[in-house]
């Protein structure tokens, strides 16, 4: 038995929700296509575990370990993702709560934003932006390759910003940086507050 099954959740809003900053096209492509995509490989990837377990197949445990990671990961970050936007809002800002906990740690919102677009345009190759926060509340600003390299594993993520090119070069080509700038205008500051308390202490 393994609970670790994956789903493919429904958007939380309409595919054109996010528009003008993220077009309808993109993301029915990223949640039908590329979203789905890992949800599959993912499940393939755990039954194929469960048959080496069982001695029902012989397999590569390395590349199948491997698989498992990335695809489970990349699923769970989408599912995030998903949950962290909203519709644009000019002046976007988290309340008073949530703005404290980045004063603490970072200094300024402005030093976060800046640190966090950093981390989101220099992401080498394929990959994310992540605020992840630890059981003592502590936040950090860092970054995923692919969907599941360079984590810290004493923290969970609290926000995160897919820079893969399927996440915006339909609508912004090679230009991220307009990308990053535009999608703080859709982050669901509500749910990230929700997902700060969840872990570790209440902000
Ligand atoms: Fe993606």
Do not use: C
């Amino acid at each position: 038995m393994n609970n670790k099954k994956l789903a493919l959740p429904l958007l939380p809003y309409s595919y054109n929700a996010l528009e003008p900053v993220i077009s309808q096209k993109i993301m029915e492509l990223h949640h039908d296509k590329h979203h789905a995509a890992y949800v599959n490989a993912g499940n393939i990837a755990l039954e194929k575990l469960e048959k080496i377990r069982l001695g029902e197949m012989e397999g590569n445990l390395r590349e199948v370990m491997r698989d498992f990671s990335f695809n489970y990961n990349g699923a769970l970050l989408h599912s995030l993702f998903w949950q962290m936007m909203r519709p644009a809002q000019e002046n976007n800002a988290p309340d008073e709560k949530v703005r404290q906990a980045i004063d603490e740690n970072f200094g300024s919102f402005d030093n976060f934003k800046k640190e966090f677009s950093g981390a989101a345009t220099s992401v080498e190759g394929s990959g994310w932006a992540v605020l992840w926060k630890d059981k003592e509340g502590r936040l950090m600003a860092g970054q995923l390759e692919k969907h599941n390299l360079l984590g810290l594993n004493d923290m969970v993520p609290i926000l995160v910003l897919d820079v893969w090119e399927h996440a915006y070069y339909l609508d912004y080509l090679n230009d991220k940086a307009s990308y990053v700038e535009k999608w703080w205008q859709v982050v669901n500051w509500d749910y990230v507050r929700h997902i700060m308390g969840e872990v570790g202490q209440m902000v």
